[in-house]
């Protein structure tokens, strides 16, 4: 009953100040509502394990190389080895993306595949919806002639036939079985979106198929196991690989990571960086609102003074004061949890594609217990300094009178505010330097005109597939094809390029003296006589390649403005003879470099090699056209037309892929501008309320003063001072805490150092602008105050 009524009370007291009421659950709901919007997308993407059994236990398994240091790659050989011998691994297998044909309804249609070893579905504990998984038979040259199929192949493709398994489908002219169909709510983060699973192809015991690491691997830890204990016995079977397989083996090392922060890459500290912007926000809510209550409270302290007198104890008033602020504590938090599940939906929408795990993201009981609980330690704050301050104010109230200056009060509120702006600072400063390393992201040129470039992939049709040269011939007819429609200035092939395509890379062996060689890694592309003039990159020095650049003939490779100077620095690099893994060739050119899309990022080596000495079943085709608008269906027609059954995937052009590399900066300028935005506001509003309140508790003494000769614009003067002086303190605890932040989002910053003195000083500026606008409204009341009436207050 005790509590009823305390509550009872607190509201009736609520309702009687609806100003401060409304005020305090807004400010509480917003900070909760930002907060818990940005822990609901950290707890999915970082927090919460992976939706199968035993995750926990699932490791990453990347064999480390200075040539792949970008990437996390194994070989199946050795990833078999590594099962076979390490006690401490359940199981472990490999798999990776692969691009099928299948004939259906008379017409070939892509899919999306991927190969697997056995152990890679035994890892991922999956088990089928019916028929079964892949066995080690399967591997087995001519019994490899099985598939396993998605749920959604099965619904879209196979009608959804429950005695699909054993059914026969064709891919790549070849026909195969289906024996198993993988449940819907089946987990397999990469690859990703795969349809069509077929068995390892290639002999995990045939020795030659060591050096090919184009695997993701992933390894199961026996229960009990550490982390430590997995990698530390693998680092051993790694060194007995090693001396098996020198040639293979011997300059590569191992890691192993979690497969929870292994999908969280590095979207993981970014998101956490977010959480702690919008923590930020919520302490400077809560600085907010506990200005709020203490200044209620000292405004209350007559009413606590006389109910001391009449016989409430000090329990009595805590009780009060407590239930008052959980009260508002929990209807704001109510409210930000409101707000949190709308905020949340529009951050998914602006989410970058790149943030793994978003269709898992949901306001759940865990979500809901982060609000509640954030309300509930807003409340015991807010309550604890409230209580504080009423039983120091109450025992003087009624003896000490009025009082002619605001003191201890006042200095408690200015901690308030000092800190409030304080952490403003941190968030302003952030958001600047977002958007200083926005602006020169957006500006990048990369050393040749963009306008006009679009970009498809292409794959050979399988029936052009069973040589290298017909394969190639296939895709320079499509590209004839595409030189011939109207509009199209220029079109050529190319493994990769500029913000499409995929990148190689090996070691670079230089024969000869002379060269400096300042790295041992480089790019490599294989493209056709065409590729450079279509991207628009200028041959430097040399020739380019030519039709007569076949395999027969001496092999010969371009290469770029950046590898020449650091390999060869005033040396003349024509002529020169260079391996890239093994792969031979005499340099006959060099072209001119791309600059990278990141302004921060160096310039990489590359080497390029002619599509006809160094085939592949795909290519890109780059094509310079007067106006990408509709382009795309004209390509695709005539392509078809030329080379029927040939894949093509979507048409983009250079621009559009640019602004793709601009949503996750765009993203995370979007959120931290608006925690500053929100920081900013509420800080100032935190300056408003304490030099109106200082005004209107100073009342008589700032009567005397002016009656004893004080002008009221020196006083006006003198409290935009003070708020100058609070604004400045909180900007120089500020500015050491930005400092020790910036080390926190130096990545995302392009470029821009962390401790940018042009974004500070900007930063500065607009805070002492913000706390003049704060100030000055409540300070001209001085310039209002009658002596006569100001003597007479209370």
């Known amino acids: 009953m005790g509590v009823l009524r305390n509550l009872h009370f607190a509201l009736r007291s609520l309702l009687r100040t609806p100003g401060y009421a409304l005020a305090a659950t807004l400010t509480i709901a917003l900070g909760i509502g930002a907060t818990t919007a940005m822990f609901t997308v950290v707890n999915a993407v970082v927090l919460r394990p992976l939706p199968f059994p035993g995750s926990e236990r699932v490791l990453r398994l990347c064999e480390t190389n200075p040539a792949v240091d970008r990437f996390c790659v194994a070989s199946a050989p050795n990833v078999a080895d590594w099962a076979r011998q390490a006690r401490t691994l359940e199981a472990a297998g490999v798999a990776r ?40 038979d399967d591997l087995d040259a001519g019994r490899n002639q099985v598939v396993i199929v998605s749920h959604a192949f099965w619904l879209q493709r196979l009608g959804a036939d429950r005695n699909a398994v054993g059914e026969i489908i064709v891919l790549d002219d070849r026909q195969v079985r289906v024996v198993g169909v993988l449940p819907a709510e089946a987990f397999i983060p990469e690859p990703a979106s795969v349809d069509v699973w077929k068995p390892l192809t290639a002999s995990i015991d045939d020795t030659s198929n060591r050096s090919w690491r184009g695997f993701v691997a992933l390894g199961r830890a026996v229960p009990g196991e550490s982390r430590s204990a997995v990698l530390a016995e693998l680092d051993t079977v790694r060194a007995r690989l090693a001396d098996a397989y020198p040639a293979s083996n011997r300059d590569w090392g191992l890691r192993a990571m979690p497969l929870r922060d292994a999908i969280a ?53 805590a009780s009060q004061l407590f239930a008052e602020s959980f009260i508002v504590a929990l209807i704001g938090g109510a409210a930000g949890l409101a707000a949190a599940a709308v905020a949340t939906r529009a951050l998914l929408r602006q989410a970058p594609p790149n943030v793994p795990r978003l269709d898992e993201v949901s306001v759940d009981l865990t979500v809901a217990g982060f609000a509640l609980g954030a309300a509930m330690i807003a409340a015991a704050v807010f309550a604890a300094a409230a209580v504080r301050r009423a039983m120091r104010d109450s025992g003087t109230e009624l003896a000490g009178g009025a009082r002619l200056t605001a003191g201890p009060p006042a200095r408690s509120r200015q901690t308030i505010v000092v800190l409030q702006t304080a952490m403003a600072f941190v968030l302003v400063v952030g958001a600047g330097l977002l958007t200083r390393g926005f602006v020169r992201l957006i500006a990048w040129e990369p050393g040749f005109d963009r306008t006009g470039v679009v970009v498809s992939w292409l794959v050979a049709p399988t029936g052009s597939q069973q040589t290298a040269a017909a394969a190639v011939g296939a895709l320079e007819r499509a590209r ?16 990769a390029g500029p913000l499409f395509g995929g990148v190689e890379t090996g070691k670079l062996v230089v024969e000869g003296a002379g060269a ?4 041992a890694v480089v790019n490599w592309h294989d493209v056709d006589r065409h590729y450079f003039s279509a991207l628009g990159r200028r041959l430097v020095r040399g020739r380019d390649f030519a039709d007569s650049d076949v395999r027969e003939s001496v092999s010969v490779a371009v290469v770029n403005q950046t590898l020449a100077r650091r390999v060869f620095g005033g040396l003349d690099p024509l002529g020169r003879r260079i391996s890239v893994d093994g792969h031979a060739s005499q340099i006959v050119g060099v072209v001119s470099d791309v600059r990278p899309s990141r302004p921060d990022a160096d310039v990489d080596s590359e080497v390029f090699w002619p599509i006809r000495q160094y085939p592949r079943l795909g290519a890109y085709i780059v094509a310079r056209v007067e106006t990408d608008n509709a382009v795309e269906p004209v390509m695709r027609a005539a392509i ?5 059954d040939i894949q093509m995937g979507a048409v983009r052009s250079l621009d559009a892929l640019f602004d793709r590399t601009l949503v996750t900066p765009r993203f995370s300028l979007l959120l931290i501008g608006t925690f500053a935005v929100c920081a900013v506001v509420l800080a100032g509003v935190g300056l408003y309320g304490v030099v109106a309140y200082g005004v209107s508790s100073r009342t008589r003494e700032l009567g005397v003063r002016i009656a004893l000769g004080a002008t009221p614009s020196a006083l006006m003067a003198s409290l935009l001072w003070q ?28 470029g821009v150092p962390a401790h940018d003195g042009l974004t500070i000083a900007a930063a500065v500026v607009g805070f002492a602008l913000v706390t003049l606008a704060a100030a000055v409204q409540p300070a001209r009341r001085v310039t209002r105050l009658d002596p006569i009436t100001a003597l007479r207050a209370d």
Not at 265 to 278: D, I, R, S
Not at 299 to 305: H, K, N
Not at 728 to 749: E, N, S
């Open 97 to 136: 993306n692969e691009m099928f044909v299948m004939r259906h309804d008379g017409r070939s249609v892509s899919v999306r595949g991927a190969i697997a070893s056995p152990g890679f579905f035994a890892t991922l504990g999956l088990t089928p919806a019916s028929g079964r998984l892949f066995v080690e």
């Open 723 to 750: 708020s100058v002086g609070l604004a400045g303190r909180g900007i120089a605890l500020g500015l050491v805490a930005a400092l020790v932040a910036g080390r926190f989002v130096a990545g995302m910053l392009y």
């Open 265 to 317: 890459g590095p979207v993981g500290p970014t998101l956490w960086a977010f959480l702690g912007a919008a923590i930020l926000l919520w302490l400077i809510a809560c600085a907010n609102v506990g200005s709020l209550l203490m200044m209620r409270t000292t405004g209350r302290s007559r009413e606590f003074a006389v109910r001391r007198a009449l016989g409430a104890g000090r329990r009595r008033l």
């Open 516 to 519: 400096t060689t300042s790295e």
């Open 640 to 644: 078809q037309r030329a080379v029927p």
């Open 480 to 495: 004839e094809a595409v030189a011939a429609v109207p509009g199209v200035v220029r079109v050529g092939l190319g493994s």
